[in-house]
């Protein structure tokens, strides 16, 4: 007996599965992405399917060819947020794949396996709405168990010599790096930490957010770096930050090679000092 399969299903159905798994990877990952690559994410996914279609070939080429295409959905997706957070979306999305196979296995549906692609007997209507529900369990199971990266914690920014205690928060979706060195970046609030900052840093900075416009002084290797906000696209002035430290699990946590840069903004509902991204805090 012969298997019709018409590609726009195809197609369609894996699109549609392909954005959920690529929102529910970054879910439980603690990464965000946009809209627009998501749905770019989850083409490259759709795509990925057509090798049910392709001749046999070995598993070898099979195992490289799912790997690789599921690692360029990731990527059109969340791009390059570090090698660890990268790795960890993939891993959620291969497992996210395999947790539906099982899911609509479970009644004791057929299934045909070419390339390791899985080609399941089922309306699209059963596969949409078993995903649907592996995408809305681990979104229930989040939400009970709570995040533990919601809270703020204390730190300590070394600048220029000067270690200034903030209270940090962890935001998953910033993701900032200074454009010349490519060195990780945090955002400061400098209102919050303007007493203690070096007297020329805190003079520059005064003066660049009451509109000014003087240049910094050539000691302080002052970069501006693009930043983009529910504000719109800006260029905030940032410096080298010696170190930056907390204690996570009782152990001490160091990170070199910083940029720190300054906003002027009111206190965040959180009441963050300092904002760190994921690239950061994994050391990526």
Known sequence: MKTVIYLDVLLLTNFVLGTLFLLAAGLVSGQRCSGGRALCGAAVAAASSLALLAPTAPWSVGLLYKGGTGALAVAAAYGWPGWRAFVRLLAWFWLLNLMLTGAVLLPGARMEVNNLSVYLPLSPEVLLVSAGCVYGGLTLALHLLGDGKKACFPAELEIAGVVLPVRAFHDTGFG???????????????????????????????????????????????????????AGHCLLPAVPAQALRWTARGRQQTRHGLYAAFCDTPPPPPGWTLLVGSDVMEGS
């Open 176 to 230: 900032v790096r200074e454009p010349l060195s490519g060195c990780g970046v945090v955002l400061v609030r400098f209102a919050a930490v303007e007493a203690r900052l070096p007297p020329a840093l805190r003079t520059y900075l005064k003066e660049t957010f009451s509109g000014s416009g003087i240049l910094p002084p050539p000691e302080l290797g002052v970069r501006l770096v693009p930043c983009d906000t529910v």
